[in-house]
C-alpha cells in the first residue's frame, strides 16, 4: 500500500526536515554559541561558548580583555561580538 509514494510528499518532507535543522541551527545561535568577528577582515565565526568559556577560565592574565581566537582566513585577531564572561564581564566588539 504505502509502495508508490508521491514524489510531492517527499519534497515535502524534505523541506520540512531542512526547516527543522534551521531551527535547531537558530537555537543553537541563541544559546550556546558566540559570534566573533574578525578585526581585520570581518569574518563571522560561531564558537560554542563552552569553548570560550574554557579559554576564558585558562586566561588569568587581563580579564579586560576577552578570550580572543584567530582568525582562520587572514590570521587576524577575532572578538566577541557578545559575551558574558566568567568574570561576570559583559564583553562587546563594535565592527
Ligand atoms: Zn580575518
Known amino acids: 500500500m504505502a509502495k508508490v509514494k508521491k514524489v510531492k510528499d517527499k519534497q515535502r518532507a524534505k523541506l520540512k526536515a531542512k526547516k527543522k535543522s534551521q531551527v535547531l541551527q537558530e537555537l543553537r545561535k541563541n544559546e ?11 569574518e563571522q565565526e560561531l564558537i560554542p561558548e563552552e569553548v570560550v568559556m574554557h579559554f576564558d577560565l585558562l586566561d588569568q592574565g587581563d580579564i579586560g580583555e576577552p578570550p580572543a581566537f584567530y ?22 566588539y563594535e565592527e
Open 32 to 42: 550556546d554559541d558566540v559570534l566573533y568577528i574578525c578585526t581585520e577582515c570581518g
Open 71 to 92: 582568525c582562520e582566513k587572514c590570521s587576524g585577531i577575532m572578538k566577541p561580538k557578545f559575551y558574558e564572561g566568567v568574570h561576570n564581564i559583559t564583553y562587546t
